[in-house]
């Protein structure tokens, strides 16, 4: 069985929007010890849906309640992950370093940048296999999930299905 992931979870914007695009924000919450998201991925999630992503408004929704905001202290400042990623996802980053967690993010450069200063790092579909290994969410599911975030979402996934990734 999947070990949980330290607390709390920094979700960057990516994980979240997936995740909201396929009415698993509930999922999320469940799943995880202590979701978080900082300042900048609130902000992205709350213009995403202002710009007319509806699906949005479950994640704005949960914003503060079931997906609380952590911020990411000042002097957690490092230019180098500023200057490289976006600003949702060097927050996700800079908080998981500044509190001791992980990050989830699905952006190839932030896993680097990351994992370059050991942190744990997971992401969308590293988030659907605990879930289904933990029955929160059937693995037909988390397929049907994965198959509209390629569709809908234009996401990339390494493997055709979850239960590639699962333990036997």
């Known amino acids: 069985m999947a070990e949980r992931l330290p607390s709390p979870v920094f979700l960057d914007t990516t994980v979240v929007s997936n995740f ?47 997906l609380p905001i952590r911020e990411v202290p000042s002097e957690a400042d490092d230019s180098d992950i500023r200057d490289h990623l976006d600003i949702g996802e060097a927050e996700s980053i800079l908080g998981a370093l500044a509190h001791g967690g992980t990050v989830a993010t699905d952006d190839l450069a932030a896993r680097r940048v990351a994992e370059r200063r050991d942190l744990l790092v997971t992401g969308s579909i590293g988030l659907l296999v605990p879930g289904v290994e933990r029955e929160r969410i059937d693995s037909e599911t988390a397929d049907e999930w994965l198959d509209g975030w390629r569709k809908h979402r234009g996401y990339y996934a390494p493997v055709e299905s979850v239960n590639e990734l699962l333990d036997d």
Do not use: C, K, N, Q
């Open 20 to 66: 909201a695009s396929t009415d698993g924000i509930t999922f999320l919450t469940t799943l995880l010890d202590s979701p978080v998201v900082s300042p900048a991925v609130r902000d992205e999630i709350e213009r995403g849906e202002h710009a007319g992503f509806e699906y949005l408004g479950v994640a704005v929704d949960a914003l503060g309640e079931s």
